[in-house]
């Protein structure tokens, strides 16, 4: 599983952000989803996601574990880049959409509609998502409610946005 979409979707900046109003979600998509146990699962790339009721929420990705150059596997896990950012979900119909939410002078370039599109599966639950460059993956919903202190970074920028 690759994740070139996460790539475009970093350019992150500590500028102000803006964010349109957003559907209220079902409590079936609100909560923790993620493509492994944490974004350290593993030796591949994960991601995660984390929704609240208004559809405000953080997307998270960590690139792959290093591996040594010589080949040689000696059991330590390796270190990993893991950046987020803030997004908004909506909801139409059975199709959840997660765009990240740019700053102010970014809003209006070809970055500004980016996002991955998901569909709920009760079984499992999952979300079956594929991003902007059709790269698809698989979502386990891992909490019905998203980590206190995720809930406190979201707060921290959704003040930027009052």
Same mark, same amino acid.
């Given at each position: 599983? $690759?994740? +070139?979409?996460?790539?475009?979707?970093?350019?992150?900046?500590?500028?102000?952000?803006?964010?349109?109003?957003? %559907?209220?979600?079902?409590?079936?998509?609100?909560?923790?989803?993620? +493509?492994?146990?944490?974004? &350290? %699962?593993?030796?591949?790339?994960? @991601?995660?996601? &984390?929704?609240? @009721? %208004?559809?405000?929420?953080?997307?998270?990705?960590?690139?792959?574990?290093? =591996? =040594?150059?010589?080949?040689?596997?000696?059991?330590?896990?390796?270190? =990993? @880049?893991?950046?987020?950012?803030? /997004?908004?979900? +909506?909801? %139409?119909?059975?199709?959840?959409?997660? $765009? $990240?939410?740019?700053?102010?002078?970014?809003?209006?370039?070809?970055?500004?509609?980016?996002?991955?599109?998901?569909? &709920? #599966?009760?079984?499992?639950?999952?979300?079956?998502?594929?991003?902007?460059?059709?790269?698809?993956?698989?979502?386990?919903? =891992? *909490?019905? *409610?998203? @980590?206190? #202190?995720? /809930?406190?970074?979201?707060?921290?920028? $959704?003040?930027?946005?009052?």
């Amino acid at each position: 599983m $690759r994740f +070139t979409w996460l790539s475009l979707l970093l350019l992150s900046s500590s500028a102000p952000l803006a964010a349109s109003a957003a %559907d209220v979600l079902p409590d079936y998509l609100i909560g923790t989803w993620g +493509t492994g146990s944490s974004l &350290y %699962d593993g030796a591949s790339q994960q @991601a995660e996601i &984390y929704l609240l @009721a %208004d559809g405000f929420g953080m997307m998270a990705g960590s690139t792959a574990a290093a =591996r =040594r150059m010589d080949g040689i596997d000696d059991g330590k896990p390796g270190p =990993r @880049a893991i950046i987020g950012f803030p /997004v908004q979900a +909506t909801l %139409d119909r059975n199709s959840l959409s997660v $765009r $990240r939410l740019l700053p102010k002078e970014q809003q209006g370039s070809k970055k500004d509609g980016m996002g991955i599109s998901c569909q &709920y #599966e009760s079984e499992g639950p999952k979300l079956a998502c594929a991003g902007p460059d059709g790269v698809s993956m698989m979502m386990t919903r =891992r *909490s019905e *409610s998203v @980590a206190k #202190e995720i /809930v406190l970074n979201i707060a921290e920028i $959704r003040t930027s946005f009052q």
